[in-house]
């Protein structure tokens, strides 16, 4: 495939609401099953391992009109529950087994409460991800936790348990991983031949389609790009921070670069890389599954920081790592965990002296004009003046 036709591919599966590509996967064999799972972290190699297919859902974006899904929710909380339920009861999401709703957040737990009503006869799971300053503790926990998750879910598709299997899921995925670290260190060095919007359209194929299919697209893609030759522009390198959970419009990752700003890192997707190292495929994989995340997640705001300066060091980390010029705070409307971090974490690039700006968004964002000019003005204020 070129790359013209990749990014046409993916570009068709994030716009395809009705997952016609999760539904052609389950029919195509007897007995198939998909399992959806929520922002932030899930653990698709339990998933695949049952023989199931991971099924990322982010909402419906801007493309879909909330007509429902309003009526199970206030006005005074995030967008994407909302979505989420109007996909549920317009049918979308249909070919789904089960659901599971990782521990985000109070509005993503209150969702597995009404997706349990709404959805009484399929599997639905609240993940408690492990959180503390005890490692042993949680590790011990997320362990059984995981034990549990794989059992459910090996009866539900009528399969045994079995280690080999988790342990072959787990080499996939952090295959997945690498190559997910690899496009993101492909754009970090050279983000003219990376546009963002084409990662993230690469990224969010990676939610819906089998591992095995998005890794041949990944790496046809990351050998396109190495053919390529782009003239880079003279814009500013920015971090984006706080886009981990509601994901944002894609005319908004758009407008950020047009305005003068290469996203050299981001929180966009974060479940495919959450796991900042490979899970060794030696050992019991449900606990080495569990140490990866208890050990080595990225940091992030759906976690516990038992380190009280942490916080505030981790936008002066990311920045270097990035060689980021400043950073862009961007969080969904009343998002908690985002905005209750968005002090500490601005306070900290304020004493490392990295620029930063600050704004939010909903996921059905359609206007842009004001973003463009706050990110312009950012990009041209750190060209005139200077960054760190």
Not at 64 to 77: H, K, P, T, V, W
Not at 131 to 137: K, V
Request: with cysteine; hydrophobic share 40%.
């Amino acid at each position: 495939m070129t790359r013209t036709e990749i990014v046409a591919q993916c570009r068709a599966l994030y716009e395809d609401l009705d997952f016609a590509s999760v539904r052609a996967w389950v029919a195509a064999e007897p007995g198939r099953k998909a399992i959806g799972y929520l922002p932030v972290y899930a653990p698709r190699e339990i998933i695949h391992a049952c023989g199931c297919l991971p099924v990322g859902v982010h909402g419906g974006g801007d493309q879909l009109e909330i007509i429902r899904g309003d009526a199970y929710y206030q006005s005074y909380i995030c967008h994407l529950p909302r979505s989420v339920v109007e996909l549920g009861l317009s049918g979308r999401l249909d070919s789904l087994s089960g659901m599971l709703f990782p521990s985000t957040c109070d509005v993503i737990r209150n969702l597995s409460g009404v997706w349990q009503v709404l959805k009484s006869d399929l599997y639905v799971r609240y993940l408690d991800l492990p959180q503390g300053g005890d490692r042993a503790a949680m590790g011990a926990f997320w362990t059984e936790e995981l034990r549990i998750l794989h059992r459910d879910l090996a009866r539900l598709a009528g399969v045994e348990v079995d280690a080999e299997r988790l342990r072959a899921s787990i080499a996939l995925y952090n295959a997945v991983r690498t190559l997910v670290r690899a496009l993101y260190a492909a754009r970090r060095d050279r983000p003219e031949r990376v546009p963002s919007e084409e990662l993230y359209l690469l990224c969010r194929a990676g939610e819906v389609l089998p591992p095995e299919e998005f890794l041949v697209v990944g790496r046809a893609y990351l050998a396109a790009v190495e053919q390529d030759d782009v003239q880079a522009r003279d814009n500013s390198r920015v971090v984006i921070v706080g886009a981990f959970c509601e994901q944002p419009p894609l005319g908004l990752i758009k407008t950020l670069e047009r305005a003068g700003c290469y996203i050299v890192d981001d929180d966009f997707v974060l479940g495919n890389r959450i796991l900042t190292r490979d899970v060794p495929t030696t050992g019991d994989p449900w606990v080495e599954l569990a140490g990866a995340l208890v050990n080595d997640a990225m940091k992030s705001s759906i976690f516990y920081e038992d380190d009280p300066t942490g916080k505030r060091r981790l936008v002066k980390e990311r920045a270097e790592a990035a060689r980021a010029d400043g950073v862009i705070f961007a969080a969904p409307s009343f998002c908690d965990p985002a905005l209750l971090d968005r002090p500490m974490l601005r306070a900290g690039a304020d004493a490392a002296g990295v620029p930063s700006i600050s704004f939010k968004y909903a996921e059905n964002t359609g206007q842009f004009q004001q973003f463009r000019e706050q990110a312009g003005t950012f990009s041209d204020a750190i060209k005139l003046w200077g960054g760190r």
